[in-house]
């Protein structure tokens, strides 16, 4: 009897954190409409993950992707993010199957409880263990390095690495990693084939791998490289003989994201909102474009 009280107790504590937490998440978003949608500040997360998530949740918004078609004004003043997770569920079929997460960016209530993933068995492969965990949903959780992932060949039917091969062997301080990394930032790094190496050999044949990266004019900035044309040749040379692959290219623009050409973006830079180069007067988030590729093996 003391038992169930205590955990009655417990559950009604949480509730009212959770509600305290709802409503000022709810708060911060509000005020952070209400005064212009300034990325980054107080509310931007808090919306932008509402966003993603009426996004991937719309059929008729990802039904018109597949056939190049977004709405104007999507993702004003919203980074990549908003058209990446848009892309991959435009592409990620419903059903069951073996799903990895290349980046953990699906680490996330409103991933991790999408009915297109929960119906799927997903392993989460990232370098550390975070703070928030869905092994209640089946979720699997597997630590270690893209460049040597402890998986045998063929193991996988999808694979979906978003925004992550452009961290590898960077500096990634900021997200709390003290690790060797590459350290001339006017020089590329390209251990990120490494990694795509591994994540088509883990792949299963018939299967779909899709990477997302940001995509223009090469730059380091310390805790991730933009990637040009020379890096994307390389990386899809990789994918020669063993499947076919196709490329979409995002850009954004002062009224939102739109499909785009790779010969446009050629010379667009990102801004970094840690350190403020790049930015201008369009309120870009971060990127301002993206090479999505999927590619499908043999």
Request: proline content about 2%; overall charge negative.
């Amino acid at each position: 009897m003391k038992n169930k009280i205590i955990n009655k107790l417990k559950k009604y504590i949480l509730s009212i954190e959770a509600k305290f937490v709802k409503k000022n998440t709810s708060d911060e978003r509000k005020k952070f409409l209400d005064e212009g949608r300034i990325p980054w500040d107080n509310g931007y997360i808090s919306y932008k993950h509402e966003m993603i998530s009426k996004s991937i949740c719309d059929e008729g918004f990802i039904n018109g992707l597949k056939s190049k078609s977004i709405p104007s004004n999507f993702g004003l003043r919203l980074d990549e993010r908003i058209i990446e997770y848009s892309w991959i569920f435009s592409k990620l079929p419903k059903g069951n199957l073996k799903l990895l997460d290349a980046g953990s960016t699906f680490n996330f209530d409103f991933i991790a409880n999408h009915d297109r993933i929960v119906e799927k068995e997903l392993t989460i492969f990232t370098y550390a263990p975070e703070g928030s965990a869905f092994a209640d949903n089946g979720v699997s959780y597997v630590y270690g390095d893209l460049r040597d992932i402890p998986f045998k060949d063929n193991l996988y039917n999808f694979i979906v690495s978003q925004s992550t091969i452009e961290h590898i062997d960077m500096d990634n301080s900021i997200y709390g990693y003290d690790i060797d990394h590459h350290e001339d930032v006017k020089e590329k790094s390209y251990e990120y084939l490494l990694a795509v190496n591994e994540m088509v050999r883990v792949l299963k044949n018939k299967g779909t791998l899709l990477i997302t990266v940001p995509f223009g004019k090469f730059e380091n900035h310390g805790f991730f490289q933009q990637f040009d044309n020379e890096m994307l040749s390389k990386m899809t040379n990789i994918f020669e003989g063993k499947g076919t692959y196709n490329l979409e290219f995002f850009k954004y623009e002062i009224d939102g994201w739109k499909f785009s050409n790779q010969d446009e973006l050629v010379n667009v830079v990102s801004y970094n909102p840690h350190t403020g180069k790049g930015k201008k007067d369009d309120n870009a988030a971060h990127c301002r474009s993206v090479v999505c590729v999927k590619f499908d093996k043999f």
